[in-house]
């Protein structure tokens, strides 16, 4: 009994250490959010589509409660994309405004024949994940552990990001949850520069972003499979909204634009 003990004692060490030693895990950080001031609510409308093809829009709100920050973003396919694939969204998140902790969020996405929800919530032992798909008879929700540490879902990877100084050269890395598998996200400031948003010119911070799925059963990265990078552009001012997101993938690319913004 005791070499059993000893055998899965060490075996324990040698895993924990592996693990620690995992070169990607470097690339998290900085650990703790920066100084820049918490983000004003607000309310606003973004238009998507490919390669400048509308394809969708999108209405997102941001206000206070308490201590938390909440996020609501629901909108949906339209025009010709809809007739090809119709889909409408609606994504809720809370985070604390202390260290801008995510606390839940939910999503649901309504396809044509098909309706999936996404419930997450961050527990002192780490994140719980449940997926339903009622029209599915094989998919039996379960609530899932994510085994890895740090980890954000992805409006608070976003806030954590904008809270930092952001100067030019400066990096970011997140461990990003968006509702199926985690992932790396390493943003790199480009430049401070003017970009054409509408019909107006505005200063903007470019970030670069190396997206990477995490492969928890091998403790690596592999490629996302859908994107390869992208571009986002915030405004460079006391607000640091978005205004503008381009993501490669295999074909041209998507795009997410800023069309008009009301602060509370």
Same mark, same amino acid.
């Given at each position: 009994?005791?070499?059993?003990?000893?055998a899965?004692?060490?075996a324990? *060490?040698?895993?924990?250490?592996?693990?620690?030693?995992?070169p990607w895990l470097?690339?998290?950080g +900085?650990e703790?959010?920066?100084?820049f +001031?918490?983000i004003?609510?607000f309310?606003?409308?973004f238009?998507?589509?490919?390669?400048e093809i509308g394809a969708?829009?999108?209405?997102a709100?941001?206000?206070?409660?308490?201590?938390?920050?909440? *996020?609501?973003v629901?909108? #949906?396919?339209n025009?010709?994309?809809?007739?090809?694939w119709?889909?409408d969204?609606?994504?809720?998140?809370t985070?604390?405004?202390?260290g801008?902790?995510?606390v839940a969020?939910?999503?649901?996405?309504r396809y044509a024949?098909?309706r999936?929800?996404?419930?997450a919530?961050?527990?002192?032992?780490?994140?719980?994940?449940?997926r339903?798909v009622?029209?599915?008879p094989k998919n039996v929700?379960r609530?899932k552990?994510?085994?890895?540490e740090?980890i954000?879902d992805i409006?608070?990877?976003?806030?954590?990001?904008?809270?930092q100084?952001?100067?030019? #050269?400066?990096?970011v890395?997140v461990?990003a949850? +968006?509702?199926?598998?985690p992932f790396?996200?390493?943003?790199? &400031? *480009?430049?401070h520069?003017?970009?054409?948003v509408?019909n107006?010119?505005?200063?903007a911070i470019k970030?670069?972003?190396q997206?990477?799925?995490i492969?928890?059963?091998k403790?690596r990265?592999?490629?996302h #499979?859908?994107f390869k990078?992208g571009t986002?552009w915030?405004s460079?001012?006391?607000?640091r909204?978005?205004?503008?997101?381009? &993501?490669?993938?295999?074909?041209?690319?998507?795009f #997410?634009?800023?069309?008009?913004?009301q602060?509370?």
């Amino acid at each position: 009994m005791k070499s059993i003990a000893a055998a899965a004692f060490f075996a324990a *060490v040698i895993l924990s250490v592996g693990q620690a030693a995992d070169p990607w895990l470097a690339r998290i950080g +900085p650990e703790a959010p920066g100084t820049f +001031p918490l983000i004003r609510p607000f309310s606003g409308k973004f238009r998507f589509g490919w390669s400048e093809i509308g394809a969708a829009s999108a209405e997102a709100r941001v206000w206070y409660s308490g201590d938390k920050i909440m *996020v609501e973003v629901k909108g #949906g396919t339209n025009g010709l994309a809809r007739t090809l694939w119709q889909l409408d969204a609606r994504h809720k998140a809370t985070i604390l405004k202390e260290g801008l902790q995510p606390v839940a969020f939910e999503q649901v996405e309504r396809y044509a024949k098909k309706r999936v929800r996404t419930e997450a919530v961050f527990k002192p032992d780490g994140l719980w994940r449940l997926r339903a798909v009622p029209s599915d008879p094989k998919n039996v929700p379960r609530w899932k552990k994510i085994k890895i540490e740090p980890i954000r879902d992805i409006v608070s990877a976003m806030l954590f990001i904008r809270s930092q100084s952001l100067n030019d #050269g400066e990096k970011v890395g997140v461990v990003a949850f +968006p509702g199926d598998s985690p992932f790396l996200v390493e943003a790199t &400031v *480009v430049r401070h520069e003017q970009i054409r948003v509408g019909n107006k010119l505005r200063k903007a911070i470019k970030l670069d972003f190396q997206i990477q799925r995490i492969d928890l059963a091998k403790r690596r990265l592999a490629p996302h #499979g859908k994107f390869k990078n992208g571009t986002v552009w915030i405004s460079d001012d006391e607000n640091r909204v978005p205004l503008r997101a381009e &993501v490669n993938i295999f074909i041209g690319y998507v795009f #997410g634009e800023l069309e008009s913004i009301q602060f509370q």
